[in-house]
C-alpha cells in the first residue's frame, strides 16, 4: 500500500488536522500563504497545543536554491522583546515598522537579548489567510552559527511581528491525523493528558527561549 511522505503529509495538513511534535500534540489551528513577485514562497499553519501554547510550522521555498529549495521550520512569535543596533543602547522597535514601510535599508546587525543576528535578505509580498490578503514585508536574519533565524514582518496598520526559528526536517512530526471537518476545535481530553501535554508543552516553549538566549 502506497502512503504519501512525511513532507507531502505535512503539505496537506489544514484546520482540524493534528500532527505530534517533541511529544507533543498539536492541533492545526489555521493554514495561510504567502508569496512575492520573485519566486520565493511560504506555507504556514498555526501550530496550538491542548494547553494554548502556540508554534508556526513554516514551509520556505526558494526558487534560487536549486539543489535544496525547500526547508521546514518551527517557529514562535516574540513579545515584549526590545531590538537594538551592536553598540548602541537606542530600542530601534518603535521605529522600525515605519522604517520598514519607508523602504529603508535594513540594519546589517541587530542584537535581540544576548546574541546578534545578521541580515540575510528581505522580500515583500502577498500574505494570504483564508482568502483574506495582505501586503507583507520581511526583513530576515540569521545568528553567527545560522541556528536560529530572527523574521521581522511589517503588515499595514503599523502592525509588527517578530518571530525566532529554527530547522526542523520532515521525519521529526508523526502522528499526523486529519480530520473530518475543515475548522478547529479546541480538543475536549481528559484533564490529566491536558496536563501532561501542557506541560510538555510549556518546556518546549521554554527550551526555544533558552536556545535564543544561549544557543
Known amino acids: 500500500m502506497y502512503t ?6 505535512l503539505d496537506n495538513l489544514r484546520p482540524g488536522d493534528r500532527i505530534t511534535y517533541n511529544n507533543v500534540t498539536w492541533y492545526i489551528k489555521n493554514y495561510s500563504t504567502y508569496e512575492d513577485e520573485e519566486g520565493y514562497q511560504t506555507d504556514e499553519w498555526l501550530l496550538v497545543s ?15 536554491e536549486e539543489e535544496n529549495p525547500i526547508t521546514w521550520y518551527i517557529s514562535n512569535e516574540l ?8 553598540g548602541f543602547q ?9 522604517d520598514m514601510q519607508a523602504f529603508s535599508e535594513p540594519y546589517p546587525k541587530l542584537k535581540l537579548f544576548y546574541k546578534i ?9 502577498t500574505y494570504d489567510v483564508n482568502g483574506i490578503k ?5 526583513w530576515d536574519y540569521w545568528d553567527q552559527a545560522h541556528l536560529t533565524n530572527l523574521a521581522i514582518e511589517a503588515f499595514p496598520n503599523r502592525k509588527l511581528e517578530i518571530y525566532s526559528s529554527k530547522v526542523v526536517q520532515p ?3 508523526s502522528g499526523i491525523q486529519k480530520s473530518a471537518v475543515s475548522t478547529f476545535n479546541y480538543p475536549q481530553n481528559n ?3 491536558n496536563l501532561g501535554e501542557s506541560i510538555a508543552a510549556s518546556l518546549f516553549v521554554l527550551f526555544g527561549l533558552l536556545l535564543m538566549l544561549f544557543g
Open 79 to 86: 513579545e515584549n522583546v526590545q531590538l537594538y543596533i551592536p
Open 90 to 98: 537606542e530600542d530601534i522597535l518603535p521605529r522600525l515598522w515605519q
Open 117 to 125: 543576528y545578521y541580515f540575510d535578505f528581505q522580500t515583500q509580498g
Open 191 to 193: 484533564f490529566t493528558k
Open 171 to 173: 521525519e521529526e512530526f
Open 50 to 64: 491542548s494547553g494554548g501554547a502556540e508554534y508556526y510550522l513554516l514551509r520556505e521555498y526558494e526558487v534560487d
Open 134 to 138: 495582505k501586503e507583507r514585508i520581511t
Open 4 to 9: 504519501d511522505s512525511i513532507a507531502t503529509q
